[in-house]
Nanobody, 115 residues
């Protein structure tokens, strides 16, 4: 099983980034997908969720209206489009796949929002 995030980097406040998460080794289309983030000294928090078929999404209040989660099941990939980024969005962003009690995690990608 592999879950690999990419697309992080340094961006100025107000800028945009798109994170990608490529999965393999499991039946991607059966799993709900999530983006989490963890800032230094803080607990990991759930940022966004998309159900297996993509029909339902949910977001943390802090990112509603700025972030969009999407998935392409034929490509085994989930995305997080982030806009109007703020310094408080600085964190390591993790992708995870869940089905019942089974969860797979990626290693994370750093997003830094700074001028």
């Amino acid at each position: 099983v592999q879950v690999v995030e990419s697309g992080g980097g340094l961006v100025q406040p107000g800028g945009s980034l798109r994170l990608s998460c490529a999965a393999s080794g499991f039946t991607f289309r059966s799993y709900h997908m999530h983006w989490y983030r963890q800032a230094p000294g803080k607990e990991r928090e759930l940022v966004a969720t998309i159900t297996s078929a993509g029909g339902y999404t949910n977001y943390a209040d802090s990112v509603k209206g700025r972030f969009t989660i999407s998935r392409v099941n034929d490509k085994n990939t989930v995305y997080l489009q982030m806009s109007n980024l703020k310094p408080e969005d600085t964190a390591v962003y993790y992708c995870s796949a869940s089905l019942g009690l089974r969860t797979y995690w990626g290693q994370g990608t750093q997003v830094t929002v700074s001028s």
